[in-house]
């Protein structure tokens, strides 16, 4: 009779380890998911106009990776054209000879102190650029 119940207890024991091990590995399989969802939605809300915002040319959510800069999500995804790392030009508008107009862009609603060579996109980052006068 002693031999049973450790036969018993033995099998009950390894019936939870093994249990134990299946659910460790199940969550790991989750979590490794998780992530790669979360690097596959690295998306950012990108809207270009003129004129303080007056006349929208285009507003376009992108997907861009981790460790991205501003600058290359927008040549990605946009026509722009730059000089000495500042945006100069985006889809064909652009200052003329003399004009004082330039590109201007924010993030998150806050004027930028970086260029966008600098700027390092994050998720959820709403970014404007908006072509006008100097002031």
């Known amino acids: 009779m002693n031999r049973i119940l450790k ?4 099998l ?3 019936i939870g380890i093994l249990t134990g091990c299946q659910s460790e590995s199940g969550n790991a399989d989750q979590t490794t998911e998780t992530e790669q969802n979360e690097q ?3 998306k950012a809300e990108v809207v270009i106009s003129k004129e303080n915002g007056e006349e929208i040319l285009q507003e376009k959510e992108i997907e861009f990776e981790e460790g991205q800069s501003l600058m ?8 722009v ?4 790392g500042f945006i100069t030009g985006v889809e064909g508008v652009s200052a003329e000879e ?8 924010t993030i998150n609603g806050e ?6 060579n ?4 994050e998720s959820g980052d709403q970014i404007a650029f908006d072509f006008h006068a100097w002031e």
Do not use: C, H, I, R
């Open 7 to 10: 036969m018993v207890f033995a």
């Open 12 to 14: 009950l024991l390894s």
């Open 40 to 42: 596959q939605e690295m």
């Open 72 to 79: 290359e999500v927008m040549k990605a995804n946009f026509e």
């Open 81 to 84: 054209e730059e000089s000495d």
């Open 98 to 105: 003399g004009e004082e107009k330039a590109w201007f862009y």
């Open 111 to 116: 004027e930028a102190m970086v260029g966008a």
């Open 118 to 121: 600098d700027y390092e996109l």
